[in-house]
């Protein structure tokens, strides 16, 4: 599923909030029939919990604990540490290199779906993963999917029923600061990890709330939503080609998708994970562009084939 800080700030219709909520309705009653014992979440940050002083491409936490922002959950998860371990050592043994955290933190990005598709951030037991999406240089869109093999290659093996959840995208260019753009104090914030005091945080919602009101009245100067990029990458999720997405550049998805849009790497490694066990369905198909949440905004569940 997408995820936007919109959905817990003012600023969006009753229409548009009623649309998204009634997809993730169909997705939480998915969730619950499954009754999942384990979630594993493929999740974006952003300069939250990672920053430049220290910016791995993946991550797995052993504990994890959510910062709260934009009204989300504020405290510990429940993070099963065991197979957390375990899960990093068999991603390493498949060669693909992932860095390990015993006390991550982690954001409205990881946390924000748990609590729309399972009513609280800690009502499971949950191994979080971050995957890198804001921060140059990336790596290609091929190693999320390598990432997300050897993880469900590794999952495939327990005796547990586990939720995958890859969290972000599609399209949007929300404003987030660059090395390059950033003021120098927002820059000594995304290098060096400063914590945000809370007028710099209710200076950042404004910020998020102007930029999403603009966007929607069209005098936005922000790259806008791309629906039809959006579909052709749900197309491919759909028909399980995901070796197709192996092609896509770095900057073709900036182009086309904008700068946020690497978050689609979230997706790519939850349905890589899935697909390691055969082939998958897709159930639930949902996708509105909604620029009142700078997102194009998309909600899929599947199943094993």
């Given at each position: 599923?997408?995820?936007?800080?919109?959905?817990?700030?003012?600023?969006?219709?009753?229409?548009?909030?009623?649309?998204?909520?009634?997809?993730?309705?169909?997705?939480?009653?998915?969730?619950?029939?499954?009754?999942?014992?384990?979630?594993?979440?493929?999740?974006?940050?952003?300069?939250?919990?990672?920053?430049?002083?220290?910016?791995p491409?993946?991550?797995?936490?052993?504990?994890?604990?959510?910062?709260?922002?934009y009204?989300?959950?504020?405290?510990?998860?429940?993070?099963?540490?065991?197979?957390a371990?375990?899960?990093?050592?068999?991603?390493?043994?498949?060669d693909?290199?992932?860095?390990?955290?015993?006390?991550?933190?982690?954001?409205?990005?990881?946390?924000?779906?748990?609590e729309?598709?399972l009513?609280?951030?800690?009502?499971?037991?949950?191994v979080?993963?971050?995957?890198n999406?804001?921060?140059?240089?990336?790596?290609?869109?091929?190693?999320?999917?390598?990432?997300?093999?050897?993880?469900?290659?590794?999952?495939?093996?327990?005796?547990?029923?586990?939720?995958?959840?890859?969290?972000?995208?599609?399209?949007?260019?929300?404003?987030?600061?660059?090395?390059?753009t950033?003021?120098?104090?927002?820059?000594?914030?995304?290098v060096?990890?400063?914590?945000?005091?809370?007028?710099?945080?209710?200076?950042?919602?404004?910020?998020?709330i102007d930029?999403?009101?603009?966007?929607?009245?069209?005098?936005?100067?922000?790259?806008?939503l791309?629906?039809?990029w959006?579909?052709?990458?749900?197309?491919?999720?759909?028909?399980?080609?995901?070796?197709?997405?192996?092609?896509?550049?770095?900057?073709?998805?900036?182009?086309?998708?904008?700068?946020?849009?690497?978050?689609?790497?979230?997706?790519?490694?939850?349905?890589?994970?899935?697909?390691?066990?055969?082939?998958?369905?897709?159930?639930?198909?949902?996708?509105?562009?909604?620029?009142?949440?700078?997102?194009?905004?998309?909600?899929?569940?599947?199943?094993?084939a």
């Amino acid at each position: 599923m997408s995820h936007s800080p919109l959905l817990n700030l003012p600023g969006p219709s009753a229409e548009v909030l009623d649309d998204v909520n009634a997809a993730l309705g169909q997705a939480r009653d998915f969730v619950a029939a499954f009754d999942p014992e384990l979630v594993v979440t493929f999740a974006p940050d952003h300069y939250n919990g990672f920053f430049y002083k220290l910016m791995p491409p993946f991550c797995i936490g052993t504990g994890a604990t959510g910062i709260g922002d934009y009204g989300t959950h504020a405290g510990p998860l429940d993070v099963a540490a065991d197979i957390a371990a375990e899960c990093a050592q068999a991603v390493l043994d498949n060669d693909v290199d992932v860095a390990i955290s015993a006390g991550m933190d982690v954001d409205h990005g990881t946390v924000q779906p748990l609590e729309k598709l399972l009513g609280t951030a800690t009502a499971r037991p949950v191994v979080p993963i971050f995957l890198n999406a804001v921060a140059a240089p990336l790596g290609p869109l091929r190693r999320a999917r390598a990432l997300g093999t050897a993880v469900g290659t590794y999952l495939a093996g327990l005796d547990k029923r586990v939720l995958l959840v890859g969290s972000g995208g599609l399209s949007h260019d929300p404003p987030i600061p660059t090395r390059e753009t950033a003021a120098p104090e927002v820059l000594e914030r995304i290098v060096g990890g400063r914590p945000m005091t809370a007028e710099q945080r209710l200076a950042r919602q404004t910020v998020v709330i102007d930029a999403a009101r603009d966007l929607a009245a069209g005098r936005s100067a922000r790259q806008p939503l791309n629906p039809a990029w959006d579909q052709r990458f749900l197309s491919i999720i759909d028909g399980g080609q995901l070796a197709d997405l192996d092609g896509w550049s770095n900057s073709f998805i900036a182009h086309q998708g904008g700068g946020s849009a690497h978050e689609i790497r979230g997706w790519v490694a939850a349905f890589a994970a899935l697909a390691a066990s055969g082939g998958y369905r897709t159930v639930l198909r949902y996708y509105r562009p909604a620029a009142e949440l700078i997102a194009g905004f998309a909600v899929r569940t599947a199943v094993p084939a």
